[in-house]
């Protein structure tokens, strides 16, 4: 069935990230769209982000393309520019290889939720506020290159 | 700026479909979205359809994902098994190679709108209820591989 049944979709909060760096991402709900529709092409996830939660770290992708739809709610999108609010309908992209970091907040009362969809090669990336990044084959370390904990997942971002 | 601004996107009802079968696609009205926000991994439109306008006709993808988003008002999907309907927030995905045919059909008194995502590699497909497919480089033929018309664009679908 090509309608994404959502409600069948584990909803979890788990991160990868190592602490303090998971406390923002703790009222993030994310389902995974694209395995249960079979994608193999397209990533894809649902995100529910309950009040003052964040989407992630802010990041960017040296070999990933992002694009952002905003389905319900407003959040803010955090950018080196500033901040942008998104609501409904909203789109947002962001091209691989721009290191212009980003992120959404939800700074209201109220839950938000959007799709985002990712499609290249896995060429790992960097977080711009704190020291973080990930490697080609999924590993968190600092900026140094050395790693964080136990070479924890570095999925979903 | 990552936020697409849609409204300075134009918006074109063209298509490259061979009459009588560009009829039901008249009231599609598409923004190029990827291009718009510089993506190069992922395809993305906007699209608005007037009451009675289909998104395409019914088609499959040999080598492409693809996903989309309702944003706003309602439409029917249409696939071998049947229809279902899809309102603002639902989302549906077609794996690469996935010989169903799908469209979608405003069949309300509104306009609706969705984006449309896709990725993978250009190797054709085929349209499920008419004597038509397209070549991995972009012309609409017969089945029997005899083209339409002068090598008309087969983008988008």
């Not at 506020?129 to 136990?150: A, H, L, Q, S, V």
Request: charged content about 25%; aromatic content about 8%; proline content about 6%.
């Amino acid at each position: 069935m090509p309608k994404i049944d959502l409600e069948s979709i584990e909803q979890t909060n788990n991160t990868g990230y190592p602490p303090p760096f998971n406390a923002p991402v703790a009222g993030r709900w994310q389902r995974k769209v694209a395995e249960a529709g079979g994608l193999t092409e397209l990533g894809a996830r649902h995100v529910v982000l309950e009040p003052g939660a964040w989407s992630s770290q802010r990041h960017w992708h040296e070999g990933e393309d992002e694009l952002l739809v905003m389905i319900s709610g407003r959040a803010v999108l955090v950018e080196d520019a500033g901040e942008t609010e998104l609501v409904a309908g909203d789109i947002a992209a962001w091209p691989k290889g721009v290191r212009n970091g980003h992120n959404l907040i939800n700074r209201s009362d109220e839950p938000c939720s959007f799709v985002c969809v990712s499609a290249g090669s896995e060429e790992g990336g960097a977080y711009s506020d704190i020291d973080m990044m990930w490697t080609r084959d999924g590993r968190f370390t600092r900026r140094d290159g050395t790693p964080y904990g136990d070479a924890l997942s570095a999925k979903p971002r």
